[in-house]
């Protein structure tokens, strides 16, 4: 399995060493580089890649344009301009809910070359909230989700829920089915102002800056954690729409990703540190491991001193970031540097939860180690602040070196259907949708092999003392004559035990006659 890290940078239009920059995917573990993106740069959250591998693709949103670039693995220039109604702020992707995919998460059977996402889900900088069905184009739905710009937007895994963050310090949770039934009523005007939230919440008093879904398979334990400019980090349960727990901080809160198995948070702060928050700890005085908060409980994080749960490299590292800056831009006095303290743009977390890989407004990505929180690999530096980070993991073999490189592209792939503009038609048949059918055959169902794999996950289930025992059958004949051998042998040796203790009480009467 080969683990992969994706970072872009915003880019400044005024810089036009800025404009040079890259967007790269690189190995976390060996620092091979996978893929470059030439001239990619966006807002804060304004990227979304599918995955690693040809025929995956990246959707940039404009810096300051209604634009929108597609870019296909392998290849660094743009393959579509796509314009958008307005300027987009942050986007996010959903794949279908009923793709075949296997308990490793890989697709069944052969992949076809053209695969895109199911929807694609953006939200602008006047608080409108828009969704595409990319296989077809059809904008599905725009709606006024925000009265100020959108800061964040993400799917839930299993895509049942759209979750967005703005400027106007709200976060909304919307059910996927309701805003994408553009088939319910022919009156469309209707049908988009009865779309109301699922869940609304109001807790925070300035700007969301990111949010987090807890992957999880049960939908009732979905959790989703919020953070913002106000310096807290909100959790709440969102099928009871009920705040948890509530933790704040000293300085505003820039991004926030979560352990795997929810066992800890971690947050990037406005000064450049990094802050991992455990959500259970041990109790000292009955020593069961118990959940941290609950029931709207509000917690103060202290400074730390030791620094047992905050991690430094980005400042640390903030002397060498200024001078590298001061020499780029040599009318720019340090004094004018100093007033901008380096702050941490972006997080994601490790497959294994073990490494922490963060962005600043400096250009620079760190991984990290979580139990050291000491810095094992640095990424080659951006000219601007990173606006999104991405970690992806795939088979070795898909981004094999001699598969897929830099400057390898899908040769046979295909554009996607340019985006609309106006809404979709509510008539089921105009609504055309061009996919392309796997060419491999799926693997055959061998009902004896499934009937085995049963019985022995039966047979293993009913072993409780991790004894695996077998019966050994053999003909008659054999067993009869191992029999014989072995009864003449025990009175071989029986009778040897007789003549012996008849020899003893011999030499014992002998001894007995001496001494008397």
């Known amino acids: 399995m080969e683990e992969s890290v994706f970072y872009i940078?915003?880019?400044?239009?005024?810089?036009?060493?800025?404009?040079?920059?890259?967007?790269?995917?690189?190995?976390?573990?060996?620092?091979?580089?996978?893929?470059?993106?030439?001239?990619?740069?966006?807002?804060?959250?304004?990227?979304?890649?599918?995955?690693?591998?040809?025929?995956?693709?990246?959707?940039?949103?404009?810096?300051?344009?209604a634009l929108l670039q597609v870019y296909s693995w392998g290849k660094e220039s743009p393959d579509q301009r796509i314009p958008v109604p307005e300027q987009l702020s942050c986007l996010t992707l959903c794949?279908?809910?009923?793709?075949?995919?296997?308990?490793?998460?890989?697709?069944?059977?052969?992949?076809?070359?053209?695969?895109?996402?199911?929807?694609?889900?953006?939200?602008?900088?006047?608080?409108?909230?828009?969704?595409w069905e990319l296989s077809s184009g059809n904008l599905l739905c725009v709606k006024d989700a925000h009265y100020q710009a959108l800061s964040v937007v993400k799917f839930s895994k299993c895509g049942t829920f759209l979750v967005t963050g703005g400027l106007d310090s709200r976060v909304s949770v919307w059910r996927t089915s309701d805003l994408i039934s553009i088939y319910n009523k022919s009156d469309e005007a209707n049908r988009l102002a009865s779309i109301k939230?699922?869940?609304?919440?109001?807790?925070h008093s300035l700007a969301v800056t990111d949010l987090v879904l807890s992957e999880t398979g049960i939908l009732n334990d979905l959790r989703l954690y919020t953070v913002s400019k106000d310096a807290t980090l909100r959790i709440y349960d969102v099928?009871?729409?009920?705040l948890l727990t509530t933790f704040v901080f000293n300085h505003s809160i820039e991004c926030v990703t979560k352990d795997p198995a929810n066992r800890a948070c971690y947050v990037g702060l406005s000064n450049g540190l990094i802050r991992s928050i455990p959500l259970y700890q041990v109790n000292p005085t009955t020593s069961i491991l118990e959940s941290v908060g609950g029931c709207e409980k509000i917690i103060t994080l202290d400074h730390d001193p030791n620094l047992l749960n905050t991690f430094v490299h980005h400042q640390q590292n903030q002397t060498s970031s200024l001078q590298s800056t001061l020499n780029k831009k040599p009318n720019q006095t340090s004094s004018q540097q100093n007033d901008k303290p380096i702050s941490v743009t972006n997080i994601d977390i490790s497959m294994d939860g073990t490494s922490i890989i963060s962005g600043d407004s400096a250009g620079r990505v760190f991984v990290s180690d979580i139990v050291t929180r000491q810095v094992?690999?640095?990424?080659?530096?951006?000219n601007s602040p990173?606006?999104?980070?991405?970690?992806?993991?795939?088979?070795?073999?898909?981004?094999?070196?001699?598969?897929?490189?830099?400057?390898?592209?899908?040769k046979n792939h295909r554009l996607i259907p340019p985006l609309k503009r106006v809404l979709a038609s509510a008539d089921p048949i105009e609504h055309n949708l061009y996919m392309e059918i796997s060419t491999g055959s799926e693997p055959e169902f061998n009902f004896d092999q499934w009937l085995n794999a049963k019985s022995q996950q039966e047979l293993e289930f009913k072993n409780v003392t991790h004894i695996n025992s077998t019966v050994k059958v053999v003909d008659s004949v054999g067993s009869n004559d191992k029999v014989a051998e072995l009864e003449a042998k025990l009175a071989k040796v029986s009778k040897a035990y007789t003549d012996l203790r008849g020899k003893h009480e011999e030499l014992y009467e002998e001894h007995k006659k001496l001494l008397e």
Not at 16 to 36: D, R, V, Y
Not at 239 to 242: E, G, V
Request: with cysteine; glycine share 8%; aromatic share 8%.
């Open 95 to 131: 794949n279908h809910p009923h793709s075949k995919i296997d308990s490793n998460n890989n697709s069944v059977g052969k992949l076809p070359a053209f695969r895109i996402p199911w929807l694609l889900a953006a939200g602008s900088k006047s608080g409108k909230l828009y969704i």
């Open 386 to 410: 990173i606006a999104y980070i991405q970690v992806n993991y795939c088979p070795v073999e898909t981004v094999d070196s001699n598969s897929t490189l830099v400057g390898k592209g899908d």
């Open 9 to 65: 940078s915003e880019g400044d239009p005024n810089d036009k060493h800025s404009q040079e920059s890259f967007a790269l995917s690189t190995s976390i573990h060996n620092n091979q580089q996978f893929a470059a993106f030439r001239q990619a740069d966006c807002p804060q959250r304004g990227a979304a890649l599918t995955g690693l591998g040809p025929g995956e693709r990246l959707f940039v949103a404009s810096q300051n344009k």
């Open 376 to 382: 094992v690999q640095t990424f080659k530096e951006c």
């Open 239 to 242: 099928c009871t729409k009920a």
């Open 197 to 203: 939230p699922f869940a609304t919440f109001t807790d």
